[in-house]
């Protein structure tokens, strides 16, 4: 069973690892480089970082959000990212992962969780279909990959986004 809990800097080895693995496959990020404990802690909203662990408390895979911008008008729009150790890909723990930001980002006041999502990793997109994301547009040749299959090629991104029920009121 997936137990969702905070993510703490007593898992950032594992969740370095996870990030790391997604960096290197090269269709989940642009990243060179994972960030330090540092880095990614000063990054990341503190009420919307997660894991996923299974029965045994090991990390299989986490999410966390940023803010998009700093300016006032735009405190309520975050932009995500989910990540799962790939020897557990296909076992739903992507998807509860995701299920559980929404709700706490929903919770904490957020009204726009947004994403972009390389074109290829097409189960990323039909996940974020399924949990209510919608497509919003295409950045074409927005960079250019350095890991993975992709390498020196120019990509696009695909930008989606959900939208809660506070948005517009």
């Known amino acids: 069973m997936t137990r969702i809990r905070p993510l703490t800097a007593a898992d950032w080895p594992r969740v370095e690892e996870i990030f790391a693995a997604g960096i290197a496959g090269g269709e989940a990020t642009f990243e060179t480089s994972t960030p330090t404990w540092e880095q990614f802690d000063a990054g990341k909203a503190a009420d919307l970082r997660l894991v996923a662990a299974d029965d045994t408390g090991a990390v299989r895979g986490w999410a966390a ?7 006032s008008a735009y405190r309520g729009v975050i932009e995500h990212s989910v990540y799962v150790d790939p020897s557990h890909h296909g076992q739903g ?3 509860t ?4 930001l929404i709700a706490a980002a929903d919770g904490a006041g957020y009204w ?4 972009s999502i390389f074109p290829e990793n097409v189960a990323s997109l039909r996940l974020h279909e399924s949990a209510g994301f919608r497509v919003v547009g295409r950045r074409e040749r927005i960079a250019q990959s350095t890991r993975g299959p992709h390498a020196g090629r120019w ?3 695909i930008l989606v ?3 809660s029920g506070l948005a517009g009121r």
Not at 97 to 100: E, F, G, I, S, T
């Open 161 to 163: 986004e959900r939208r």
């Open 155 to 157: 990509r696009d991104t």
């Open 65 to 71: 959000a940023s803010p998009v911008s700093t300016r």
């Open 97 to 100: 992962l995701l299920v559980a």
């Open 93 to 95: 723990i992507g998807r």
């Open 112 to 115: 726009t969780i947004q994403s």
